[in-house]
């Protein structure tokens, strides 16, 4: 009887899932191929501590700050009251300041160009509302994502100086918009560009290249230690409006004050490095956020269920980020302009109710190309041992594989880049990077074969034609390995910040720990860790149940509750193993100060575990007999007790998923769309024969599986008052329940349909809504993918010559 036996953990994989064999729990491990060395607390000289006594710390906070090496009183004091840090300024701010006086003297219309990301659309609403404050005639514009991406684009700039612009202010773009702002200026259009991306610089002499505008704010620009050097692009906005504001005559109804927790917002989304100036203005954001005036905020956080009160940079980060970002990635971000600008309720409560929907889909989509990612790596271990994890599908839509991207990064310790192949033959694709790496400069080496790229040091956008795959694969590995050298191959580590008992777990402690708060990139949060505890119990809790609450004990009976964001979210494999609850372990875990209906409370977020003490595990071979009966007819005399599973056009034959039960046989007449579902109808049935006769359904391309999927809503709606679920109408197509849903919403986005879904259930009404061409776009891509799956899955099912290898993997 094997016993798992290990000492290392595995980062950000799913750890336990509930699942229930009488009356004992068993949590189950996937197999633990990414090993994570757990590394205890850095040792602090008294001496050291000593330094910092004049403060009158918290111990736990005073050696935090020595160990990321802040040892002086004065330091100390300008990192946890970064308000009182004397603010920096662009040294050549004055001159866009003058253009722009000007043109709020003479009444020249004023166009602000933003990004569709977060930083961009907060970037805009900031000076869109600076220069409205100030008189200004000012309008805005964000690009499409799914029609032209980031930058300035001439097609799009050419109507809107025809309609009458004379200045162009970019915010969170431009700095390599050298065609769009030659054409701007031959059309006798001034132009001012802020950006905090990095600069265009030659590829042999590595001179900086600057477009011909008539100012510049980028901190790019600056000494890598100025206070200002990590601002994004709302950073460098908000920088520009504060002098607007300084030097104005006009008595505005606002301050750079209330245009503070956009720049929070648009910080914390855009991973900001919270150091110099940025640390201080995101706190400063926070605290406004907490109080903020602006009704669509609002609306959005009451629709998410997130209190604004008691706000941190993870509400930030997990909750308004990204539903922001859904905007851009399946629609179009300039109603996110009008969101954060609006007075009008009833207008607010529109935009947050259509973002609310769209974060919905883009978590759906996010899913879907995650486990499709997550299966070629299965397919092919090998790509894991290159310098970084670059995988590409036809059927991923571009709208979410950067955030596919970052879940990768998180999970196997790797750069990633996930490309989308489109129709053109042109690989477009997002890259995320690890800490040390500066993503954009390795994706430059390979300039030559590049259509086009952009970014900073952490994530990039690129395109090139798809037969350059392979040499992108192969040039971007030796760029990463230059400039990590081996570090790319080092096994990853925890560090332990404090070990704890789970009785010195208190609001006190909780408390001290915000002192270093926002915490994000370049101040990550501590994480302690408790010795030796058991699991009590545990549930799901969420919208959906996809978050995990874990009750765990230690040996003295101290119990504490842990929450895991995400933890039911995974579907493991079969060959996981089974772990017994009655185990011990050692885990990992975030702290913080929280709030819930006026009550003060402790939070602690699960990070990673480690099995001390394990109980031993019997490993059983399945006994199922599998009898291949493919390319015959079903005439043999089964047993009038076989359950015979057929779906589609062929349900007349037998019973859907939805009618399986428990039998000793089972007859798989339709074959199942993947192994999901094979899965599932195996565990209902619990069979201990199976007769294989797989009859493939007719393929259908996207076109015909939507009009398929539309007659069956015309059905519902007509004989069932519009009430349904996912597996049902997956049962009626013989489908993926994926493929079902992503179809659901695509009707939708045309408009002539609306869809209600909670969790299986689906309520359809004949309510024509606004259409969306651009998630219509993202959603087909998706859905051609997943139906293409599925047919390989069927030809695969049809030609394996062992069969045990189907019903083993």
Not at 110 to 129: E, H, I, N, Y
Not at 141 to 149: A, C, F, H, T, V
Not at 478 to 484: H, N, S, T
Request: hydrophobic share 40%; aromatic share 6%.
């Amino acid at each position: 009887m094997p016993v798992l036996n290990t000492q290392l953990s595995k980062k950000t994989f799913r750890v336990f899932t509930r699942a229930i064999y009488g009356s004992k729990f068993y949590f189950r491990l996937k197999s633990l191929d990414i090993m994570t060395r757990w590394l205890d607390p850095h040792p602090v000289h008294i001496d050291s501590l000593d330094s910092l006594q004049s403060l009158n710390l918290p111990p736990l906070v005073a050696q935090t700050l020595l160990r990321r090496g802040i040892n002086r009183p004065e330091d100390a004091e300008a990192f946890l009251h970064p308000e009182k840090t004397p603010p920096a300024q662009f040294p050549e701010i004055q001159k866009a300041v003058d253009i722009l006086q000007a043109a709020i003297t003479k009444g020249v219309k004023v166009c602000v160009w933003g990004d569709f990301d977060v930083d961009g659309q907060t970037s805009t609403a900031l000076l869109v509302q600076t220069l409205r404050a100030l008189g200004a005639n000012v309008i805005y514009y964000i690009p499409i994502r799914g029609k032209e991406n980031h930058g300035v684009h001439i097609e799009s700039l050419k109507p809107i100086i025809d309609n009458g612009a004379k200045l162009l202010l970019t915010c969170d773009t431009g700095i390599t918009a050298h065609d769009a702002i030659d054409y701007a200026n031959s059309r006798g259009v001034d132009v001012i560009v802020t950006d905090h991306h990095d600069l265009d610089r030659t590829s042999t002499t590595l001179s900086v290249n600057l477009p011909n505008a008539s100012a510049i704010i980028n901190p790019k620009l600056l000494p890598k230690d100025h206070l200002l050097a990590n601002l994004a692009g709302v950073g460098v906005a908000y920088k520009l409006a504060d002098a607007l504001f300084a030097n104005s005559t006009i008595q505005s109804p606002i301050s750079n004050l209330d245009l503070l927790d956009l720049v929070a917002l648009g910080l914390i989304a855009d991973v900001a490095l919270l150091k110099g100036e940025t640390r201080s203005l995101a706190q400063k954001g926070i605290q406004a956020l907490r109080n903020t005036n602006r009704i669509g905020l609002k609306m959005m956080a009451e629709l998410a269920g997130a209190p604004l009160d008691t706000l941190t940079e993870e509400t930030i980060g997990f909750t308004f980020a990204p539903r922001l970002n859904a905007l851009g990635r399946l629609g179009d971000a300039n109603p996110a302009v009008e969101l954060l600008l609006t007075q009008d309720s009833a207008r607010a409560r529109v935009l947050a109710a259509q973002i609310e929907g769209l974060n919905m889909q883009r978590r759906m989509l996010t899913s879907q190309v995650y486990q499709a990612a997550e299966a070629q790596l299965k397919a092919n271990p090998s790509l894991l041992e290159e310098p970084a994890i670059v995988l590409a599908h036809p059927g991923w839509p571009g709208g979410v594989v950067g955030i596919v991207a970052n879940k990768l990064v998180d999970r196997y310790h790797k750069p990633a880049i996930l490309l989308n192949e489109s129709d053109d033959g042109i690989m477009r694709g997002s890259a995320r990077s690890i800490e040390g790496l500066h993503i954009t400069e390795a994706i430059a080496t390979q300039k030559e074969i590049l259509r086009g790229f952009g970014g900073h040091p952490m994530a990039a956008g690129m395109s090139f034609d798809a037969n350059q795959l392979t040499e992108f694969r192969r040039g971007l590995g030796k760029a990463i390995e230059k400039q990590l050298g081996e570090m790319v191959y080092e096994e990853p580590t925890l560090q332990i910040d404090a070990w704890l008992g789970l009785q010195e777990i208190d609001i006190s402690l909780a408390e001290s720990l915000e002192l270093l708060a926002p915490f994000g990139a370049g101040n990550p949060s501590l994480t302690l860790a408790t010795r030796n505890v058991k699991m009590k119990s545990v549930s799901t809790i969420g919208k959906t149940k996809e978050h995990l609450r874990m009750n765990v004990e230690d040996e003295n009976g101290n119990v504490q509750s842990i929450l895991w964001w995400g933890g039911a979210g995974d579907e493991l494999p079969d060959s996981s193993t089974s772990l017994r609850a009655g185990s011990t372990f050692d885990i990992a875990y975030s702290l913080r100060a929280s709030t819930y209906r006026g009550q003060k409370q402790v939070t602690l977020q699960f990070e990673e575990f480690r099995v001390v003490e394990e109980k031993a595990i019997e490993v059983r071979e399945s006994r199922l007999e599998i009898r291949d009966l493919r390319l015959q007819p079903l005439t043999l005399n089964l047993q009038p007790s076989t359950m015979i599973w057929a779906e589609g056009s062929d349900k007349a034959v037998g019973s859907s998923r939805l009618e399986l039960h428990e039998a000793d046989e089972l007859s798989i007449y339709t074959t199942p769309p993947s192994p999901a579902e094979l899965r599932k109808a195996l565990e209902t049935v619990k069979p201990k024969t199976v007769y294989v006769f797989a009859k493939t359904p007719a393929e259908e391309k996207p076109d015909d599986f939507l009009t398929h999927l539309a007659g069956l809503c015309k059905f519902v709606l007509n004989q069932r008052r519009g009430k349904t679920t996912i597996p049902e109408l997956a049962a009626a197509m013989s489908a993926r329940e994926s493929s079902v849903q992503i179809g659901l919403e695509w009707l939708s986005a045309t408009g002539q349909l609306s869809v209600s879904m909670e969790a299986d259930e689906v309520t359809l009404s004949k309510e024509t809504q606004e259409k969306n061409p651009y998630l219509q776009a993202e959603l087909f891509v998706a859905l051609r993918g997943i139906l293409n799956e599925t047919s390989a899955y069927r030809k695969y099912f049809a030609t394996v010559t062992d069969l045990k290898i189907i019903f083993t993997s």
